[in-house]
């Protein structure tokens, strides 16, 4: 394997068939190569910076984003306050700051978790035949209903905080993580490797997670960016509506939603935050379509 | 073709039944009491308890969904507890400006994605192509609200062209609603259109690899005649999948461009319905949308033999 060069085409065609050749080397090498264009280390480099701002925010020049200030109300950016300041005289750069840590968490909250369930139901609905039917149904159901929708009206009855809009933002990408898996799971679970497995008496929980899982790895990581990347859109438009994070707490979408009123007088309450957003969540696509790339999981789809 | 669009119609009702099941259940099993939500803050011990009755909450729970889904099946789909008029009503009221911005969104992205993905797949690797993705990433990242304000900024505030906000009934003059309704568009298509791109490019690259394509060059027909008589002819099933996918982007989409844009559509009614708590309505209205989905993507299942004469069912 240390032989190969990045040409030998046939060979990388093996190792990226589920369970050929030694397919964490070789993805490894891939990954790496399919890191190395401009656009992709620029966006490395942007997500390092949104990590930095929302890991330091305190150190970042910024003050409590929750003070108010009246005598500094709607000041202009660029001028004593670097992004200006709200209706309530509240530093936006504070309040963007540490809105970076609620976008982040909500994202990558999401993405672990719907990954994580969606990876154990998915299991499930491919190797039990039963209840791959309504479990498959189940899912048809929850993608039939539009994310944003689903999300408000769950937000709706539990009423918002955190932990509900987490919630809210997670169960809408669950499904399509399920497909993926049980797809895979159904394309690998014919697998002579996975019949001798089965023939040498290696107990099912094993047989799953030792023979069966690993193929579903580098389809999930791919599919965990997107889902990094719409739940940000998601826990943002859910606070821009009125149905998300309690408005409070200083998140993007939150500064948006109040920067709406004066958006005639300062357009910056919503484009700075809104910069902000956009530029996460293109790097996160672009490191998404880089990694798909790289590992080429066909199965994985945007939508 | 009639036999499949019966059997096709009759796939959907575990669909549609599962979605009623889902939606019931975000209701009843969700922390806390469903009266109590629905009374909303500071509501008497007297109005819970006559929500509680006029929902049938206090029969069981199996029996509580028949009810409920025996009269969704007579298109009930339940009261607004705010003015009291039924949910299908207030659909009614307010589909227009939805229904016309989405079927202008949706002329608007297919005009304009699918020449370019046909474009960026002919020109695959060159600046153009790069150009397209790029594009396409960029409307996958940028939130339509944030599209929406930028648009509103430049077009509206900067440059005088537009209404910042606002509708105009198409009653009131075609023009005059087209003028109003154009920056919603343009804000909500570009995810749509990003989308659309990209699976025309890929698409239209795949088949260009196909056998019949070499013979058709080997013939003397010209690029044009490949791409649009053969590529694009023989991808249009994948692109029409990912349309009538895509149209829950398009439909989630619209809830957010109506309040940017100050539009009363069903959007607005969806997020009036979440600030007043007006939970019949939101449930109602998620079913709609739900049902929408499932209508349009059967919809463009039967258009697959239109597309490719190969598929009969």
């Known amino acids: 394997m240390s032989m190969q060069t990045p040409t030998d085409a046939a060979a990388q065609a093996a190792a990226d068939l589920p369970g050929g050749g030694t397919p964490h080397i070789t993805a490894w090498r891939q990954i790496r190569q399919g890191l190395k264009s401009w656009p992709v280390m620029l966006a490395l480099v942007v997500l390092a910076a949104i990590v930095f701002i929302a890991l330091f925010a305190p150190l970042l020049g910024t003050v409590d984003p929750t003070l108010l200030n009246p005598g500094a109300r709607l000041k202009q950016p660029f001028t004593d306050y670097f992004l200006g300041t709200d209706a309530f005289g509240r530093d936006v750069w504070s309040r963007v700051a540490y809105g970076a840590r609620i976008s982040l968490i909500a994202g990558l909250g999401a993405a672990v978790v719907s990954v994580a369930l969606g990876l154990v139901i998915g299991v499930i609905a491919g190797w039990f035949r039963s209840l791959d039917g309504p479990i498959m149904r189940t899912m048809d159901a929850i993608m039939a209903i539009p994310g944003i929708l689903l999300a408000i009206a769950l937000v709706s009855v539990t009423g918002a905080s955190i932990t509900t809009v987490l919630v809210a933002i997670t169960i809408p990408e669950i499904p399509r993580v399920v497909r993926l898996v049980r797809g895979q799971i159904l394309s690998v679970r014919g697998e002579p490797y996975v019949e001798a497995a089965l023939a040498l008496g290696t107990p099912l929980p094993l047989l799953l997670w030792r023979h069966m899982v690993p193929s579903t790895i580098a389809p999930l990581t791919v599919q965990g960016t997107y889902v990094f990347a719409s739940a940000m859109l998601t826990e943002a438009i859910l606070s821009f509506l009125g149905a998300g994070i309690p408005p409070e707490i200083a998140s993007w979408g939150n500064i948006m939603s109040e920067g709406r009123m004066y958006f005639r007088m300062l357009p910056g309450l919503i484009l700075f935050p809104g910069l902000f957003l956009s530029l996460t969540v293109l790097s996160v696509n672009i490191l998404g379509d880089a990694l798909r790339d790289a590992l080429d999981p066909k199965m994985v789809r945007r939508i | ?313």
């Not at chain 2, 028949?66 to 705010?82: E, H, N, P, R, V």
């Not at chain 2, 150009?131 to 930028?150: E, K, N, Q």
């Not at chain 2, 154009?182 to 690899?209: F, Q």
């Open chain 2, 1 to 313: 073709m009639l036999a499949f669009v019966s059997r096709r119609l009759l796939a959907t009702i575990p669909v549609l039944v599962m979605v009623a099941v889902v939606v019931f259940a975000i209701l009843r099993f969700s922390p806390g009491d469903p009266a109590i939500i629905m009374a909303g803050d500071g509501a008497t011990p007297e109005r819970i308890v006559q929500i509680r009755q006029t929902m049938g909450l206090d029969q069981p729970v199996v029996k509580q969904f028949f009810i409920w889904g025996g009269k969704l099946l007579q298109g009930d789909l339940g009261t607004s507890l705010m003015s009291g008029v039924p949910v299908t009503k207030l659909i009614a009221q307010r589909l227009e400006p939805s229904l016309s911005l989405a079927v202008l969104t949706l002329v608007f992205t297919l005009l304009v994605a699918i020449p370019l993905g046909v474009l960026a797949a002919w020109r695959q690797g060159k600046l153009l192509d790069r150009a397209v993705m790029g594009f396409s990433v960029l409307g996958f990242s940028v939130p339509v609200f944030v599209t929406g304000y930028l648009l509103i900024w430049a077009f509206a505030i900067k440059l005088g062209w537009f209404n910042v906000q606002g509708y105009t009934p198409l009653e009131k003059g075609f023009w005059l609603f087209l003028h109003r309704i154009i920056l919603p568009s343009l804000a909500l298509s570009t995810v749509y259109v990003a989308l659309i791109a990209r699976i025309t490019r890929t698409s239209v690259i795949e088949v260009m690899g196909e056998d019949f394509i070499r013979t058709a060059r080997s013939k003397g027909l010209g690029e044009t005649g490949v791409l649009l008589g053969h590529a694009l002819r023989n991808a249009a099933v994948p692109i029409a999948t990912v349309v009538g996918v895509g149209i829950a982007l398009l439909i989630s989409g619209v809830v957010v461009t109506e309040s940017v844009f100050n539009i009363p559509g069903l959007g607005r009614l969806v997020v009036e319905a979440v600030l007043a708590r007006d939970y019949p309505v939101i449930q109602g209205l998620t079913l709609f949308f739900a049902f929408v989905y499932v209508f349009i993507n059967l919809v463009v299942d039967c258009a697959y033999t239109v597309f490719d004469p190969r598929i009969r069912y």
